[in-house]
């Protein structure tokens, strides 16, 4: 079950996995039939002390997770190319969520007193071991991310290691995967950038990757009265796929006093900007055209 969207494998993570020399990136910018499909995320975490019992058992909940749930009941025997099936967190590809099972140790022990030596002993008589669905920090459940932040709560795991798990688990709000194949990107010296065709289009204005000196509202104006097809283009490269080309076509004249390149950079307002009457919007330019 596609349980999670993809971000990005960073090949270096498990070079020992890949046969590229453990170097390289493969983004996955978009998400189930627009990016890679269906993937399913699945973990566990356990606790700093040794002691404590989803640390003694993790290697039980290994087991149950990999080879029993996922593999023998579920068929689930593919990984992402690049990476491992199945690694710690660190080796495995960025995530936006995953899923979880916690194990819930039930144990009996037997302890005797013995009055000549005032000495006790302690022999474990039984033991039950349930795995469930992770039980997370504000009721976010079977959620890996939210798990770790309950043990955090507890005392059981540190800050430091919570925050270390977001580099890898980005969160399932939209454009944290953009956001993080745009942060990894960065770090390697690559930015987001668009070429358009200068034979449609003039720039005039941009920020961020794009920028470029606002080209003013009376070359605007002059532009745009030229334009024959009375369409702006607007880019945005770290939008979902459905923002990322918005294009406003006016359907009516720009009064004198308007100043529409200040209605679209900086501040919109609906006087002589009326939806559906003054102008409307398309995601292509086709549609544009062709009022679609």
């Excluded at 070429?195 to 720039?203: A, F, L, N, R, T």
């Excluded at 000196?213 to 880019?235: N, S």
């Excluded at 923002?243 to 679209?264: C, M």
Aim: aromatic fraction near 12%; include cysteine; hydrophobic fraction near 30%.
């Amino acid at each position: 079950a596609d349980n999670t969207d993809l971000c990005y494998v960073d090949l270096s993570r498990s070079s020992q996995g890949n046969k590229l020399n453990g170097s390289g990136h493969v983004n996955f910018p978009n998400d189930n039939s627009n990016g890679e499909g269906a993937i399913h995320c699945h973990g566990f975490a356990w606790a700093n002390d040794e002691y404590d019992s989803i640390s003694r058992f993790k290697a039980n909940n290994l087991f149950f997770v990999s080879m029993y749930d996922h593999m023998t009941q579920r068929g689930y025997v593919r990984n992402i190319p690049g990476a491992p099936m199945c690694a710690c967190v660190e080796q495995m590809p960025t995530v936006s969520r995953s899923d979880c099972t916690q194990i819930d140790a039930y144990e009996k022990y037997k302890i005797v007193h013995t009055p000549t030596t005032n000495s006790f002993t302690a022999e474990l008589t039984n033991i039950d071991i349930a795995f469930n669905s992770c039980k997370g920090r504000y009721n976010r459940n079977n959620d890996l991310h939210a798990y770790v932040a309950r043990l955090v709560t507890e005392k059981r795991l540190n800050n430091d290691q919570r925050a270390a798990l977001d580099k890898y688990i980005v969160g399932h709000q939209p454009n944290k995967c953009y956001q993080a194949i745009d942060y990894e990107m960065g770090t390697k010296g690559y930015v987001r950038g668009y070429e358009h065709d200068e034979d449609i289009w003039v720039q005039v204005a941009g920020s961020d990757t794009l920028f470029m000196p606002d080209a003013g509202k009376e070359a605007f104006r002059t532009l745009f009265e030229d334009a024959p097809q009375k369409i702006v283009k607007r880019v945005c490269i770290t939008c979902v796929t459905t923002h990322a080309y918005i294009y406003y076509k006016r359907l009516t004249p720009v009064p004198q006093q308007l100043d529409l390149f200040e209605y679209l950079l900086n501040g919109w307002k609906n006087t002589h900007n009326a939806p559906n009457v003054d102008f409307k919007i398309y995601s292509t330019y086709e549609d544009a055209i062709n009022d679609k």
